[in-house]
């Protein structure tokens, strides 16, 4: 396998001049291979929604490349990425997925948390309504017991907190065409539809756990008295405060979250955490439409086995009545060249016969048998 070098700062004029679909090629990788190769060397890229905002003359932000001392030349290898095979993609819907994320970055479509409970969404009061009356369990937390509410599982001094965030992302979600559903499941059953795709998705609470003293005293007694420990392990479970929205696909294998941070709230998230939504549903089209492609292919792999299968069996039965009528015809054969042989010693040995005559029957049945065997006659 060759080799290509090129310097970090080419290659990164070059993934923010072209997409990386058009770049990945020259170097014999596909984008996900060149994707890697750029974060291994840490050289930014443009993120999904940055080439269709361009397109569409709008300002757009190129992210610096920093220093990055002794990779100055990048060797770029065949063999250097360990490529997993590329998945399909649905153009329509990952275009529309890039004009909606572009939206997502102008000032007049940022998403506002309020300081207050004002005016909620009927989802949002129903479940304001539901969780006063929840017990909260062991580790603190409040969970939906009705069948129908938004998936909000957080503490009592954090109800509030998390009503506003839903509240403003609903309210978010239905302005931008994405209905939020509830199912009534207990796991999931918060679901919106986006770009043809349905996830599910919930805000929770971090809990912490700390063993309780009393349980490791019964541990280490235990531990004293025996070689195994039988003691059960005891804990004091504590809500932190910190908050997170995650989503989930119900037909791929998708799990993001996004939660506070040491800089940034979860308020400030809700824009990004839509674009995760559009990007989750592309991600999850593209994961359906390999599926289908496999089992396509699987039909189609299954259709040419048995298809080879009844050909070998047609084959094999060919075969077999071909021996079977070789043999009638060689025994056939054999019974005319004895009939025959018995008729010249019989004549040679008695004149000509009589054809009333026992031996002369036999010859002539004999023959008969012959032309009974023969698939010949």
């Known amino acids: 396998m ?56 709008r300002p757009v932000k190129q992210q610096p490349l920093r220093p990055f001392p002794g990779m100055e030349e990048i060797i770029i290898r065949m063999t250097e990425v360990h490529e997993q095979p590329k998945l399909p993609v649905d153009e329509a819907q990952n275009r529309e ?67 506003r965030i839903m509240d403003a992302l609903v309210k978010a979600l239905e302005t931008r065409r994405i209905s939020v559903v509830l199912t009534g499941a207990s796991k999931g059953g918060t679901q919106v539809t986006v770009l043809g795709e349905t996830l599910s998705l919930g805000i929770s609470e971090t809990v912490t756990r700390q ?10 007694k235990a531990k004293a008295e025996s070689s195994w420990d039988y003691a059960r392990r005891e804990y004091d479970y504590t809500p932190t405060g910190p908050l997170s929205l995650h989503l989930e696909g119900l037909e791929a294998h998708l799990c993001r979250t996004w939660k506070d941070g040491k800089r940034r709230r979860l308020e400030e998230m809700l824009n990004g955490f839509i674009v995760g939504l559009m990007e989750s549903a592309v991600v999850q089209r593209s994961h359906k439409l390999d599926n289908e492609r496999r089992e396509r292919e699987h039909r189609e792999a299954e259709k040419r086995r048995h298809e080879l299968a009844m050909k070998q069996w047609e084959e094999d039965r060919t075969l077999k009545k071909l021996e079977e009528q070789a043999a009638a015809w060689n025994r056939a054969r054999q019974i005319r060249e004895y009939a025959e042989a018995m008729k010249q010693w019989a004549s040679q040995r008695y004149g000509e016969l009589d054809p009333n005559s026992e031996l002369a029957q036999w010859i002539m049945w004999a023959f008969e048998q012959a032309d009974r065997f023969d698939p010949l006659r």
């Open 97 to 163: 997925a890039e004009d909606k994320i572009a939206n997502e970055n102008r000032q007049e479509n940022q998403v506002i948390v309020s300081d207050a409970l004002v005016e909620p969404h009927r989802l949002t009061e129903a479940a304001r309504r539901h969780l006063e009356h929840v017990t909260t369990q062991e580790n603190g937390i409040l969970v939906p017991k009705a069948m129908r509410c938004l998936d909000i599982r957080v503490s009592k001094a954090s109800v509030d907190r998390a009503l």
């Open 2 to 57: 060759g080799q290509q070098r090129v310097s970090r700062q080419d290659l990164y004029s070059q993934v923010w001049s072209t997409p990386m679909r058009t770049q990945a090629p020259k170097y014999g990788l596909s984008d996900v291979g060149l994707a890697k190769i750029c974060k291994r060397h840490r050289i930014p890229r443009p993120g999904l929604g940055y080439w269709a905002k361009k397109d569409a003359g």
């Open 211 to 220: 063993e309780r003293e009393s349980s490791k005293a019964a541990r280490a």
